[in-house]
């Protein structure tokens, strides 16, 4: 399970915490301390995992981070998750904020808070992975941005927008699950269906 | 990718300019969703955390006006949101906007409640108060029509959600699993998962569906549910061993890409998947041949197809290598696995490095041999400049550890040591080095030198069992004498040498560990007398950084140092300075020591030398006490009361309102009147008992550790391959000569560097030459091993520190934590000094029974009769009942009659088979495995202590079955206890016979599985075994808990764990005490009282956590309470109850 996902700058200021586990507030600001400064101690060319620190679980938590330009991107896992698979899941949360908002920089995330906490949740539900296809969160994002969209629009013809957004739905997307070869057959569980 | 980051801050003023705010009131409002942008604006421009600090709090209040003030909208609560998250991210409070927060997710349209229910999962947590406002919302957004809704309602439900609102959305989710949109199924599974996590058996009935789940026709629910399954197969894996063909299928699909283009990640399909799987396999495979069998082929084409063009496929090698080498072991595999976790070590990316150690330190336990394949590289991350990749390389060494190369790991990991300032690192490596060195120290002289570097380095943060180990080690001795002697002669030594130093501080435990020895062993030295070290020691006490506790233990040590040095000068100033001390603790030491010291004759026999293994008794119950007490409360005492009790009848009394049900009329009708002294001895009889089982059980808890305790010297190597072990050890011969002693000490290998170096100083540099002489002395007696064994000196190398195995072992916990008593058994009455000591801890409750009489003594008795002494020796004298602790565990062995066909086992009744009636309730007997000659069944029988299993087995066949043998696998949870008989050298021809084990439980569980075998020799001399397992729930360990209702009411309040649920009662159940009596039938609870339309039970989980349950009827609702001191047994009580009222 992941635990926490912290962004912070080079200068340890955050950008982005998530804590799937509950701290208390002033925990939750030491252990964003606490993780920066051992991140930042480590060069670019050691290994990208390291143990929690004291407060977060010591040596039952990985703490597994990428360093991009100005920014950290630090997951907090137990032994549950696999540290490869993680280090690949910061890729695909950053390739897509990428996308989402057209060469991302520091910044963006700054200013839009919010859409990066709405892309984070399609990555990560609950502290477990829910979708590691870009396509696939990308597509979902770009649904709740016609919602905006169209929400933008209310204040012009309010009775109608306001049955058009009610009705609004999220496009079906192909994902190809009846076509071709694939069939993924379980066998033993005919019982229980 | 680290070009997309490339704007920074410097571009942020040019930014805001653009964005001016103009005047008037609609320029205003325009400017209201740019006020985040000003914010920052603000922040960064900023220098110091002060005016930070100044300007949020401006921000705050300004924003507390504007979410309270009725004119604002939700749309600019929707930025006003925005902000308050801003400002908590930043570590500021922001708790008045959280009530604003839930009303935007309550009212607001799509966008605003998006935003309502980011603040709501950012702000709360699962208790906050205020989530419970959410709950309505949360069900309302389920039920909309509206994808979008229903996708967030899911979201806030898996971030966080209170427990005991479950039941509200539960049937919700569940119909989400039949949703027609993916997200959605997707969504629900893994808020179900979320429920699983914080309520497992709220969600017990719905794995049906979480099957449905696993087979959906869309592979992103697939995958969703293989989170639940990981999980559920993590805590017991047997119950989903009929899954593993499907997980199996679902791989070779994966892995055989037959999923969508959309699911390839860098052209490797669903890689997340496939790891996922892979988890699960390994845990279904764990030490199960017939499941194991079923994934070879998977595993190996997982090992073929993953080319090696990515981050990602290492994940999935890593994954399988770790499959492979946990499950039942196949050579051609494991010879692929090997080659595999060479790709990892010496790849140059560090990562994967990392990753490769890692899989060697799992991998050596079973192949140690690997680790000679990969010296040269271990060597090198040993000098690593990461220390991440130093401490996993140390990690590996550790479990490589044996006699010959324990010096040079010790050494590494000490230098490592003092590198690290981490406090957890610290403690746990230094707790590594104590195992090392108490398990394969060459000599003494490195034994104590190690041992003191652990306590000077480990400091005050080293786990308490490292001082109490150590010291025991020293007071318990080996079977020699004169070994013993040295060892301990060595320490004081050592010891006497470090207090020499000037101006040096050690840490506070080190200083207790070092008086204590000082205190018992000083006798041994010659040349100093014990004078010499009482002054030592009393230098020590006069210091200022010594903590108030050593200071006890140092006046204890001196104190035993007194009878050898009666008239020494500077115990008599002592006496006088803390005489007046203002410490109690001290000066009641004092006292004591002053006392004695007037008194020789007696001093010597309170304080021998070298008696601290020496059995003491102590009456425990202090039955000699009670005509002391019985003439006090003639004279008008009040009767004595526990602390607690005392502490409740305040409170009873405090209490204006009393909101507890039972809480005043309890408590007034409890104690009232005096009791009799008899009363109070008898009382005191029974927690001297209690407290004595307590002492057992804790011995026997603190004594299994060691049984585990990693040992690779005598490991079987079990799937270590042919043909690896000759040719590695030729290889150790080529790359450097193996160092023949088996006490290679540093300085020793230092010599043989700089000597082998000079008549080749060409061939090789010297540094070159050092990493091989290491590398020999770290792998030393590694690859040897198997030539050890074959000739026939398996355990040649001597275990100096190997503790005495005498029959005392099993009830040395309890000698060894008396004998304490006899060299500090005055000091132990000074409670709060000791609190930390280990043996005393132990002693815990006959200290306090003791201090309770000193405590009365003092109040009672003039100050200047001073009479503790006397008592102490009473003590020491009196012999205590020794109550017969396993009385109750002498079980009825029963004979079934021979001539019983086997045939017939499962038709005779339980009750015929054992020879007289038990008055315990049993299950029905039950097959568990058979096969063409034997049949295994079992009952369990619900003994008062513990759970007994009673497995019959039935020779179906006409011949004798020989040397049969019952075993059970040990299960985490549980103590298995095997009771005797359990070999059977002979199962005559279609007869039954039976095996027991009484099982206790550790570690409440809702659900666990007891597995085991049976092997035995069939006429032919053929052996079979046959493998079978039993489920046991937490119920079986659920007994009756006998108390009156007066016991009851104080009990509820003592309890701060409730759990209230309402039931809907059926018409058969419609009276209480009919419900109530089929629960006490079907659960093994106890009535204790029925009043008018309410019903207490109480029950209790072995071996004893009492459940307190509370009924009430009303109309046809059934309202069920319950209390306990454990958190999870009134939910699972709880689960349990519900079950039968539905079930009948």
Not at chain 1, 86 to 96: A, H, K, P
Not at chain 2, 194 to 213: E, G, T
Not at chain 2, 648 to 676: D, H, I, M, W
Not at chain 2, 684 to 707: C, F, H, M, Q, W
């Amino acid at each position: 399970m992941i635990h926490a996902i912290l962004v912070f700058n080079n200068h340890g200021k955050p950008r982005l915490v998530r804590f799937y586990q509950r701290f208390p507030e002033e925990i939750q600001q030491q252990i964003v301390r606490e993780t920066f400064h051992l991140v930042l101690k480590r060069d670019d060319n050691i290994c990208n995992f390291l143990e929690g620190g004291s407060l977060i679980g010591g040596s039952d938590y990985k703490l597994i981070y990428r360093h991009y330009a100005t920014l950290y991107f630090v997951f907090c896992v137990d032994s549950s998750e696999s540290e490869l698979g993680i280090l690949d899941l910061i890729q695909v949360f950053v390739e897509t904020l990428d996308k989402c908002f057209e060469n991302v920089c520091e910044l963006d995330l700054i200013f839009h808070m919010d859409k990066v906490h709405y892309i984070l949740q399609e990555v990560v539900m609950g502290g477990m992975v829910l979708e590691t296809n870009m396509n696939e969160i990308v597509a979902q994002i770009e649904a709740q941005n016609r919602l905006e969209k169209s929400e933008g629009g209310l204040s012009a013809a309010p009775a109608r927008a306001v049955s058009a957004v009610k009705n609004i739905n999220l496009p079906e997307i192909p994902r190809n699950i009846n076509i071709g070869d694939l069939n993924i057959k379980v066998p033993n569980l005919s019982q229980f269906v | 990718m680290s070009d997309i980051v490339e704007k920074t801050l410097t571009a942020l003023p040019g930014l805001f300019l653009q964005n001016q705010p103009g005047g008037g009131a609609a320029a205003a409002k325009a400017s209201f969703s740019s006020r985040l942008g000003s914010l920052v604006r603000g922040i960064t421009a900023l220098t110091s955390k002060h005016e930070e600090e100044k300007l949020i709090q401006q921000e705050l209040s300004s924003l507390k006006i504007t979410v309270s003030a009725p004119t604002t909208t939700l749309k600019m609560m929707k930025e006003c949101m925005v902000r308050l998250i801003y400002c908590e991210m930043l570590g500021y409070d922001a708790s008045f906007g959280y009530i604003h927060a839930i009303k935007l997710a309550q009212q607001g349209n799509l966008l605003e409640k998006r935003v309502g229910y980011l603040a709501v999962s950012l702000f709360l947590h699962e208790n906050h108060e205020l989530l419970l406002l959410l709950v309505n919302t949360v069900v309302k957004d389920l039920q909309s029509t509206n994808l979008v809704e229903v996708s967030m309602a899911l979201t806030v439900v898996s971030q966080i959600f209170p427990r005991e609102m479950i039941p509200a959305v539960l049937p919700l989710i569940e119909d989400k699993l039949q949703h027609s949109k993916e997200i959605i199924r997707r969504k629900a599974v893994l808020a179900l998962y979320k429920f699983h996590l914080i309520a497992p058996n709220q969600v017990q009935h719905i794995h049906v569906k979480f099957r449905k789940a696993l087979c959906d026709r869309d592979v992103g629910v697939m995958a969703a549910s293989l989170h639940i399954y990981l999980r559920m197969i993590k805590e017991s894996s047997s119950g989903y061993k009929d899954l593993t063909g499907s997980f199996v299928t679902i791989l070779k699909q994966v892995v055989g890409g037959k999923l969508p283009v959309d699911f390839n990640y860098h052209s490797v399909p669903a890689p997340w998947l496939q790891i996922q799987l892979l988890r699960i396999l390994r845990l279904l495979g764990k030490d199960d041949r017939r499941t194991s069998e079923l994934m070879y082929d998977v595993l190996d084409e997982s090992l073929r197809r993953a080319e090696l063009n990515h981050n990602v496929t290492y994940a999935i090698l890593f994954e399988c290598v770790h499959t492979i080498y946990s499950i039942y072991p196949k050579s051609e595999l494991l010879e692929k696995a090997a080659k595999c976790i060479g790709k990892f070590v010496l790849s140059p990316k560090i990562n994967l490095k990392y990753l490769g150690l890692k899989a060697l330190t799992y991998v050596i336990q079973q192949d140690p041999s690997l680790a000679l394949q990969h010296q040269m590289t271990i060597i090198e991350c040993l000098d690593h400049p990461d220390p991440i990749i130093k401490r996993e390389t140390l990690e590996l060494l550790y479990r490589i550890t044996n006699a010959q190369n324990i010096t040079v790991i010790v050494q590494k990991m000490l230098e490592y040591l003092h590198q690290s300032k981490e406090e957890y690192i610290i403690v746990n490596l230094v707790g590594k080095i104590a195992e090392l060195a108490e398990k394969f120290a060459p000599d003494n002289a490195w034994f104590i030198q190690t041992m003191n570097a652990v306590f000077s380095v480990g400091g005050d943060v080293i786990h308490p069992d490292i001082p109490n180990n150590y010291l025991r080690l020293l007071a318990e001795g080996f079977d020699d004498e004169a070994e013993d002697r040295s060892l301990r002669l060595y320490a004081i030594q050592s010891y006497l040498t470090l207090l020499d130093v000037e101006n040096v501080f050690y840490p506070q435990r080190f200083l207790q560990v070092m008086s204590w020895v000082l205190g018992e062993y000083s006798y041994l030295l010659d040349k100093e007398t014990p004078e010499a070290v009482i002054t030592k020691l009393y230098k020590l006490l006069m210091h200022s950084s010594i903590s108030s506790e050593t200071k006890a233990w140092l006046i204890a040590a001196v104190t035993k140092l007194t009878p050898q040095a009666h008239s020494s000068n500077v115990v008599k100033r002592l006496i006088q300075e803390f005489i007046i001390s203002l410490d109690t603790c001290m000066r009641q030491h004092a006292f004591e020591l002053k006392h004695l010291h007037e008194n020789v004759e007696l001093m010597k026999s309170v304080l021998p030398v070298n008696k601290s293994c020496e059995d003491m008794v102590v009456d425990a119950s202090l039955s000699f006490l009670d005509g002391f007490v019985a003439e006090g409360l003639n004279q008008g005492v009040a009767p004595y009361k526990p602390h607690h009790q005392r502490q409740e009848e305040k409170l009873s009394q405090e209490k204006v309102l009393n909101f507890e049900p039972y809480g005043l009329s309890f408590s007034a009708s409890g104690f009232t009147g005096r009791q009799s002294p008899a009363g109070i001895s008898v009382g005191s009889d029974v927690s001297g008992n209690s407290a004595e089982t307590g002492l057992k059980e804790k011995n026997i808890r603190t004594y299994t550790p060691k049984t585990n305790s990693l040992k690779l010297e005598g490991i079987k190597k079990l799937w270590g391959k042919e043909g690896y072990l000759p040719k590695k050890e030729s290889a150790t011969g080529d790359e450097a000569q193996p160092i023949p002693q088996k006490s290679v000490i540093m300085e020793n290998v230092n010599q043989t560097v700089t000597k082998k170096d000079q008549p080749q100083a060409h061939t090789q540099s010297r540094e070159e030459k050092e990493k091989h002489l290491l590398a020999s002395s770290l792998f030393v007696g590694l690859g040897s091993e198997s030539t050890i064994n074959l000739l026939g000196k398996a355990d040649t190398v001597s275990h100096k520190f190997r503790r005495k195995s005498k029959t005392k072992e099993i009830n040395s916990g309890e000698t060894t934590s008396t004998h304490n008593m006899t060299c500090s058994s005055f000091s132990s009455l000074s409670n709060a000094a000791y609190e930390e000591d280990y043996y005393l801890d132990t002693l815990q409750d006959r200290r306090d029974k003791k201090l309770k009489q000193f405590s009365l003594n003092s109040e009672l008795l003039d100050s200047e009769s001073f009479t503790e002494l006397p008592v102490v020796e009473k003590l020491s004298n009196c012999s205590m009942s020794a109550p017969s602790l396993f009385a109750d565990n002498n079980l009825e062995i029963f004979h079934p009659s021979p001539s019983t066909a086997a045939s017939a086992a499962n038709e005779i009744s339980v009750a015929s088979l054992l020879e007289e009636p038990t008055e315990h309730m049993h299950s029905d007997l039950m097959e568990v495995c058979n096969n063409e000659t034997i049949s295994v069944s079992s009952y369990k029988i619900w003994k008062d202590d513990c759970l007994l299993l009673v497995w019959s087995v039935a020779n179906k066949s006409c011949s004798e079955l020989k040397s049969a043998n019952l075993e059970i696998a040990p299960a985490e949870n549980f103590k298995i206890t095997e009771q005797p008989e359990c070999c059977l050298p002979i199962i005559e021809a279609e007869s039954t016979k039976s095996f027991q084990h009484s099982v206790q439980m550790e570690k409440p569980f809702t659900e666990g599985t007891l597995s085991g075998f049976i092997n035995y020799q069939m006429i032919d001399s053929r052996s079979a075994q046959l493998e079978f397992s039993v489920t046991l729930s937490l119920l079986d360990f659920i007994r009756p808990l006998k108390i009156s209702t007066e016991d009851f009411g104080r009990l509820w309040l003592s309890f701060a764990n409730d759990v209230k649920q309402n039931v809907k009662m059926s018409e058969s159940q419609a009276a209480l005490p009919s419900a109530l009596k089929t629960l006490q039938q079907k659960l093994r609870l106890h009535i204790v009282d029925v009043i008018d339309n309410e019903g207490l039970l109480a029950c209790q989980l072995l071996p004893s956590m009492p459940c307190l349950l509370h009924f009430r009827v009303h109309a046809d609702v059934l309202a069920l309470w319950f209390r306990s001191s454990c958190s999870a047994l009134p939910d699972y009580v709880l689960y349990q109850c519900q079950k039968v009222m539905e079930g009948s």
